[in-house]
């Protein structure tokens, strides 16, 4: 604890207020990642719904990444203007739903609200993460926000549980604190909003998007295409199967919190160790558990599956998640030649990520769409393949540190 007390106390204000801002963003994002996806499938009775509303919030979201970001690159503007964008559109998004939360079909006009938001909010955070943080600080920076993360895990599904146990005999009024309530955490943002510099992107032209796009950015392409899965797809079934064993949202809170406490405690066990040399050994290791830990419940969707695969999930996931998160940072730095166009490459590599979740979503529609198996078959299908795209990003992160590095010899040959 002690090393990480003294790291933390070497990351400058900058570095400090991002990882801030990263929580107060988790807090809401968990939030909509396990009790809104169950909220609609409560209120559509089907997983294509669930799935049909995801699709709706990440194209939304491509929206506020790649073409706000595009706009304010040409009109060379401050980049902070997608941090206000992003807060004005999650408090409408939640706006919309609490007044119209009995209008089923508005929770698509909340999903296109919300993923605009938080298209525009991703942008501007990765934009200060590219700018302000080192490659040789990333480690320990995304294990801070990765524990942080996790503790938001342990103690926002208990405040939910509370919620819903408090109002248990009030019909819905649960979800109207909840939606009421949440707009106002992201107020908390402009405390550190005004420590980040401000910052105008350089302006995007064609021959950076054509960079993205050669042949030799094929494993770089890859990963992007596959680790658009790693979080969204599992976090849609996990909840869905944890109220087809859990039944109800105050037990689903109760168990997330309980088994969370072991995450953090891993993660931070680990912060003060990961370095570049045994970054990518991590991550292989935890997407192999991670994959096998899919296919184990998949076959066999009960109780205690359910708590042997959250308490593996809890370990694993957060440390592969904390290499992923370096690697996105570092392929977005490296992967054009000119250091000052990772704008480019970000707007250019969040449209290959929409074509991923896209595709994986709209697979998974068209699949249940025409098979009428009972929600329990659907569910095992879906949670058996959540697991494989985990796998093959890192495979592909794999290949393209091999290549680096055969290019690095090859060039300490050639000056030898």
């Known amino acids: 604890m002690k090393h990480i007390i003294e790291n933390y106390k070497q990351l400058n204000i900058k570095n400090k207020s991002l990882i801030y801002l990263m929580w107060i963003y988790f807090f809401?994002?968990?939030?909509?990642?396990?009790?809104?996806?169950?909220?609609?499938?409560k209120l559509f009775q089907?997983?294509?719904?669930?799935?049909?509303?995801?699709?709706?919030?990440?194209?939304?979201?491509?929206?506020?990444?790649?073409?706000?970001?595009?706009v304010i690159s040409a009109l060379q503007k401050n980049i902070k203007i997608s941090f206000f964008l992003s807060y004005i559109s999650f408090m409408l998004s939640f706006l919309v739903l609490f007044i119209f939360r009995d209008a089923h079909y508005m929770v698509f006009l909340?999903?296109?609200?919300?993923?605009?938001?938080?298209?525009?909010?991703?942008?501007?955070?990765?934009?200060?993460?590219?700018?302000?943080?080192?490659?040789?600080?990333?480690?320990?920076?995304?294990?801070?926000?990765?524990a942080g993360?996790?503790?938001?895990?342990?103690?926002?599904?208990?405040?939910?549980?509370?919620?819903?146990?408090?109002?248990?005999?009030?019909?819905?009024?649960?979800?109207?604190?909840?939606?009421a309530f949440l707009p106002l955490t992201y107020v908390l943002s402009f405390f550190f909003i005004k420590n980040l510099p401000n910052f105008t992107p350089d302006k995007i032209s064609k021959k950076d998007i054509r960079n993205f796009f050669e042949m030799d950015k094929i494993y770089n392409l890859a990963y992007f295409f596959f680790s658009s899965q790693t979080g969204n797809?599992?976090?849609?079934?996990?909840?869905?199967?944890?109220?087809y064993i859990l039944k109800t949202e105050l037990n689903i809170g109760i168990f997330q919190g309980i088994v969370?406490?072991?995450?953090?405690?891993?993660?931070?066990?680990?912060?003060?160790?990961r370095h570049?040399?045994?970054?990518?050994?991590?991550?292989?290791?935890?997407?192999?558990?991670?994959?096998?830990?899919?296919?184990?419940?998949?076959?066999?969707?009960?109780?205690?599956?359910?708590?042997?695969?959250?308490?593996?999930d809890l370990i694993v996931a957060p440390t592969y998640r904390v290499s992923e998160h370096v690697y996105d940072l570092k392929y977005m730095s490296e992967i054009n030649?000119?250091?000052?166009?990772?704008?480019?490459?970000?707007?250019?590599?969040e449209i290959f990520m929409w074509l991923g979740r896209a595709f994986f979503l709209l697979t998974l529609i068209i699949f249940f769409y025409f098979n009428n198996e009972e929600l329990s078959i659907h569910l095992k299908i879906g949670i058996i393949i959540a697991g494989i795209p985990t796998l093959l990003s890192t495979l592909f992160v794999f290949l393209e540190e091999k290549r680096l590095n055969s290019l690095s010899s090859n060039s300490h040959s050639s000056k030898e």
């Open 28 to 41: 809401g994002h968990i939030i909509t990642g396990i009790f809104i996806n169950i909220y609609v499938f």
């Open 46 to 70: 089907n997983i294509i719904s669930v799935l049909a509303y995801n699709l709706v919030l990440y194209s939304s979201a491509l929206i506020g990444f790649s073409l706000m970001g595009f």
């Open 110 to 146: 909340f999903a296109f609200l919300y993923g605009f938001g938080f298209g525009n909010y991703r942008c501007a955070i990765h934009t200060y993460e590219l700018k302000e943080t080192s490659q040789e600080q990333r480690d320990f920076y995304s294990s801070i926000i990765t």
């Open 149 to 179: 993360e996790n503790t938001l895990t342990i103690l926002t599904p208990f405040l939910i549980s509370f919620i819903f146990f408090a109002t248990k005999n009030i019909g819905t009024l649960a979800y109207s604190i909840i939606f």
């Open 233 to 243: 797809m599992p976090r849609i079934l996990i909840s869905l199967v944890s109220l």
């Open 260 to 273: 969370g406490f072991l995450s953090v405690i891993f993660v931070l066990f680990l912060s003060h160790r």
């Open 276 to 312: 570049s040399d045994n970054r990518a050994k991590l991550m292989f290791i935890s997407a192999l558990f991670i994959c096998l830990n899919f296919i184990v419940l998949g076959f066999n969707l009960t109780l205690v599956n359910l708590i042997i695969f959250t308490l593996i």
């Open 337 to 349: 030649p000119n250091n000052n166009s990772f704008f480019a490459t970000m707007i250019s590599r």
